[in-house]
């Protein structure tokens, strides 16, 4: 049996945002109770600034080796060692127990911390630990979200012959993909990959896609979800429909178009787009003429399918029991208008990426073709395929993303979709100058920074510097930035300007959250059990992650996700087991298990 | 060549506190900033500098006494870095590299020099006071040449060596050769910025504290020139009296906001504040209500019986005019005047160079 090392344990007074609930009295007590410990330092009272004091703490103990107790202890590794390294002890004898990260709602804050760190001590990676039992599991699962994600991850667990009940809050499946022009790197359109996808949902005999739907409630265990799903009232019967449009053709009422990203107008009565999923139309309760005033009903009258519209439908709740939830909600586009000092939503031509995504969509409001905003009749901007072309185009990155006053995160996919929008920007008008600001150009996937290399080469301006502001004179956009790398500052006139607005949690990542019982990391993302190794995996037995969800992603890295959530469904399909919640041990099994295992390894 | 001080940062950690190293130079504080133009890009280039350590362009750039800290660029940098607070803490730092007597050095970075410093003159104060027998008359009469004779020297003994070795650094060491004439014209603007400090007006933030700012220099240089030229204290006349009283109202009222914005800290340019933005601020606050108080001692015909006012406001003024003056904050008044005739000879060589294709600066 190998010796026990004398050990230093350093605990840290951090712990990411809940700092305030912990009893660090508790958990000093707690360590003090090991043998092996033989001292404790408090990080209220030993701050980081020199080993040299740690070390001779470390030669007067004979500590042999330090334990660190933190959130992320990862980062304060480097200076233990060097003061192991001084105390002439060997510095690769630290431990890492970083215990205050990924605590489960509702999980006892102080008996977690201990359990991590038992494990720690023990030498038990804490996942060991916890791969005890499993819940029997239902075959059936559940995707919430219809977006790339959803799909791929539906799809593959489809395919192998189990059932995926696919919820979609909006009246199509397809997500922000579908809103898509062309895919980065290889300029692939977006439809061509996607569509394709989304008709194989509706017809594939093991999903049962419900659209315009909600999650309402969550209950059971893992392994055995009673799930209740709220199905809104579309007014218009899926299985009728024929989608012929004659409904919205009469339709009085005109609202301006969440697909399009409010660059058109459609009715009350819609479909989002052309290829939508279900191919079939539904009625907006919030701007429909009838619902809110109980006066108009044209759309009934001019249907040619008899009670194919019943305009009183009320929404229903139907309940499934699911084995595994796959969480696929996305993500929503920062709100431009939040930063004033560019301007959005007082000045007409400055537009956001997505907005431009469907400008330059042939199957988009002005059928591919960039225009500026002009003003109708009315004196309402909009987007008049008449109008003229804008004949310089200026993109502005990371707007809202790396930015303490808004997102401290890298939203990944901005620097890549701005090169792809500026190349598209050069198909449609070739004459047009396109200039680029950006800060760091971050090309870091496969073929992407050739794909940048490719852009510069196009000859589009890609200028070093963040734009500081935009203003507006003689009708034109006036930007002005540093431009780092010739040492002079542009104040720069063009017709148009983009924002690559970043990646946020969608709207409903809060309630959602919280009915399934994940966390969610300090940016606001949902929580994967383990950043490294499980990224698909959350502490909530048989709740897995697929896309943006959990963090901004490209869509190949979605798709990846996805189809690893859909493996693991499958995984315990097969195993006929689902993890239990890690809420749900007992965390004195989990120490229990550690310190069973480590005396098997002494032995 | 530009040697590298790796320890700069930590030099420069005395004159004010920052998180430059947070900075990923975006060039979002340059852009922001209304006064950068061609040539003179700052903040970010004093970030790179601070952080590269390349204090020879730190000494020959006149760039931090261009901002007029209106805080636009600490408020909007993506990464906290508080870059017009790095303006402001060169400002600072170029305050005692400018100085050749070392004195302001040990007066910015040491509190304890500070305070002895100015002990040492409140002593003195009243050891004259003492050699003249505490007698009012000849203790005024001692304070209205003191006060001549302390300007005086400072001038010429501090602050003038002090202005050609900014001259020095900026100008003849960089091998800046303008024609004669620009040295000549260019002294009208700096004359006109000295007293308006018009290129705040520039900062839409500052347009209030512009007119506050330059009422009270006004005020302060009418305290000045009427107690030291018109003699206040002593005078009969009842227009110099009134203009006094005036003036000195003037200036520790406005003082006195100053003082409470600094407390409250709302906005970027009273958030952060060095002991010499106090020491500034408070002795300003502290001279005007004296002298003010001393006249209504005066007209009161209470002076008398009341000596201690008048040291008090001696002593302040003493503090004033041989520390705060030669080598504190007041500086600015003259370091920005020149700076910004500095950076216009600097300009003008700029662009002539770029005619004859020396530089190439592409817009």
Redesign the interface.
Known sequence: MSRTLVTGVYLSHSANNHSHSIDYKDIYCFIQNVPEITKIWNSSENPLTDPEHFAKEIRKNNIERILIAAYRPGFIKPFFAKALQKAGKAAENIILADIFSGIPDGMPLNEWAKAKLICALSGIPFDISLLSEHNPAQSETLIIGGGIAGIQAALEIANSHNKVYLVEKTGTIGGHMAMFDKTFPTLDCAACILTPKMVDISQHSYIELMSYSEIKSVLGIPGNYRVEILKKARRVNVKTCTGCGTCAEKCPTSVKSEFDQGTSLRKAIYMPFPQAVPNKYLIDADSCRYVQTGKCGVCVKVCPVENCIDLDEKDQIVEVTVGNIIVATGFKPFDASRME?YGYGKYPNVITSLELERLVNAAGPTGGNIVLRSQDKKGNWIFDTDSPQPKSLALIH?IGS????YNRYCSRVCCMYSLKLAHLIGDKIPEAEVFEYY??MRAYGKGYEEFYKRIEEEGVHII??????IDEKNNRLLL?????E?????EQSVDMIVLAVGLEPGSDTDKLSSMLGISRSDDGWLEESDALSNTNQTFSGGILLAGTCQGPKDIPDSVVQASAAASSVIQSIMQKGVPKSLASIPLEDIKQKAMELSALNKD | MNRIDPDFKEKLKPFGIGNWNEC?????????CPH???GF?FP?KGIRAVQMGLTESIHKNVDPWLCYYCGDCSE?????ANPGELMMTLRRYLITKYDWTGFSRILYTSVPALIIAFILVAISIIGIGYTKNFNVNSIMEFGHQFELIAILSVAIIILLPNILRMLWFTLVKEKVRAPLLSYIIGFGDLILHMFTQKKTLKCEENRLQWFEHFILVLGYLILLFTTVFLNWFGTESIYVVFLGYIVGAVTFIITFLFIIRRIRKKSEISKYSHPSDWLFIVWLFLMGLSAFLVRVFIDLNIIGNHLWLYLLHLIVLAQWAVLIVPFGKWTHFLYRSFAIYIAKIKKEVLVKQRDKGIVT???
């Open positions: 000092q990371c790396r930015d303490e006053n800060i760091d070093r510097g963040k734009t500081a502001k002005r930035t540093e431009d780092i010739n040492d002079r500052i542009l | 990923y130079h975006c060039g979002n504080c340059t852009a922001t950068t133009e061609e890009l970010r909007s940098c993506p990464r906290d600066i592409v817009t």
